[in-house]
């Protein structure tokens, strides 16, 4: 199990219950990432969506405590034991995290990776990131050269955690 994330300066990754940043190279990079595998997500995130919806061709596993919630197309679970369980039905998948802090913060610790898109600025936050360069056990083994777009400097980094 993998996370993704796109982060500002200060692991910001959210304000009022949207991202911080839409970067078409990073939406690309995400989509071929994880077309074909198994998201992770809770249901805040999914309302960032495109309408609301589950993303098209992945498994789809929406975390709520809502016990009555059901999602065409995506499959609820309610604890993290269940989604754990519900990963196992998937061997031949490889899994992401992909938000929002609540669910990153709760399955970090399954996490062999974290992609991370780190962008050059400092943008209104209320909801972050666990900052992986001050937290015991991650290492950055990945730093790709900065790119930019419409105005926007970010690059590529890929962290491993070194105490599994």
């Known amino acids: 199990m ?3 994330v796109a982060v500002d300066l200060d692991w910001g990754i959210g304000y009022q219950d949207d991202l911080l940043f839409r970067i078409k190279a990073d939406l690309k990079r995400f989509k071929h990432m994880t077309q074909g595998q198994v998201v992770i997500l809770g249901r805040k995130t999914l309302q960032t969506f495109p309408g609301g919806r589950p993303l098209p061709e992945r498994v789809n596993l929406v975390v709520s405590r809502n016990p009555s919630l059901a999602i065409a197309g995506a499959t609820v679970c309610h604890s993290r ?7 196992a039905l ?3 998948k490889h899994v992401y995290v992909i938000g ?3 669910i990153y913060r709760e399955f970090l610790q399954d996490c062999q990776r974290v992609y991370v ?12 990131f666990p900052d992986l360069d001050a937290l015991p056990g991650w290492e950055c083994v990945l730093s790709e050269p900065v790119q930019e777009e ?12 070194t105490h599994r």
């Open 90 to 92: 998937y061997p031949d």
């Open 117 to 128: 898109t780190r962008v050059q600025h400092r943008q209104q936050s209320d909801t972050y």
């Open 100 to 102: 929002g802090s609540t």
């Open 2 to 4: 993998d996370a993704i």
């Open 150 to 161: 419409n105005g926007l400097l970010f690059n590529y980094l890929v962290y491993e955690q």
């Open 81 to 87: 034991a269940e989604v754990l369980a519900t990963v």
